[in-house]
């Protein structure tokens, strides 16, 4: 696939464009970007600040510690980011208040043409630019970070993973947590040795029986959601088998 052309374009504004970029160069990501299936650029507000410190935070209005990200520099950033990407991206603020990011919206963001991520830093950003500029706020769990890099790479792994030809085995993005059977957890995986530690691979894994392997994960992932995860089997409606792969597991389990 021609470079200039790649099936998704990112753009990340951030303090800290190198943290973003550098990780992005290893793994899935890094040789997806190298087949030039996806781009990712990154825009630094720094650049935009127009005192001589470069200056892109000030004290917050009604008093209270930390700082807030400034509406100047951070929105030509946004603006200057926004110009490099195709047209139906949107532009996201990475926020603790943000709609929980989760496999259903990595899928949404992957059929897109490219989208923008707002990293912020220190207390945040002046809501103006929120209300201005932004489409959607996303947050990747309940607990604080130091600023929205992190956030940011999180959001692009599980959505660059996705997209057709970057997995060498087409089912692999399917067959993970979250995949090919809904919100279930993965089943276990094993390789060899056969035994190790007098823990043998289970049996049926190695007997060839494709139907009798699919009943078997299908029996972990739910027995395992059920058990590690029971919110997410709260709303699911089983199906016969189901329902009876999971009697199975318990039954299993208990004795």
Not at 178 to 190: E, I, K, M, S, T
Request: net charge negative.
């Amino acid at each position: 696939m021609d470079a200039a052309q790649p099936r998704l374009a990112v753009e990340v504004v951030t303090l800290f464009p190198d943290a973003v970029l550098n990780q992005l160069t290893i793994g899935v990501v890094g040789r997806a970007i190298e087949r030039g299936l996806v781009r990712v650029g990154a825009e630094d507000p720094r650049k935009y600040a127009q005192d001589v410190h470069r200056t892109v935070d000030d004290r917050p209005y009604g008093g209270g510690p930390g700082m807030v990200l400034k509406v100047e520099p951070m929105a030509t950033a946004i603006a200057a980011a926004s110009a490099r990407l195709p047209s139906g991206s949107p532009r996201i603020y990475l926020s603790a208040q943000g709609r929980p990011f989760d496999q259903a919206t990595a899928r949404r963001l992957a059929a897109l043409p490219g989208f923008l991520l707002l990293a912020g830093r220190y207390e945040g950003v002046d809501e103006r630019l929120i209300d201005e500029t932004m489409d959607e706020e996303l947050s990747i769990g309940d607990y604080v970070l130091s600023g929205g890099e992190l956030a940011a790479l999180v959001v692009i792994d599980a959505t660059v993973r996705l997209l057709p030809g970057v997995l060498g085995d087409a089912e692999s993005a399917e067959q993970e947590s979250f995949g090919a059977h809904g919100a279930l957890l993965d089943w276990p995986h094993y390789t060899r040795p056969e035994q190790w530690r007098g823990r043998p691979v289970p049996d049926v894994l190695r007997g060839g029986d494709h139907a009798a392997i699919r009943r078997w994960r299908l029996k972990q992932a739910l027995g395992r959601t059920a058990e590690r995860r029971p919110e997410l089997m709260a709303g699911r409606e089983l199906t016969s088998e189901e329902r009876v792969l999971l009697q199975e597991y318990r039954e299993e389990h208990e004795s």
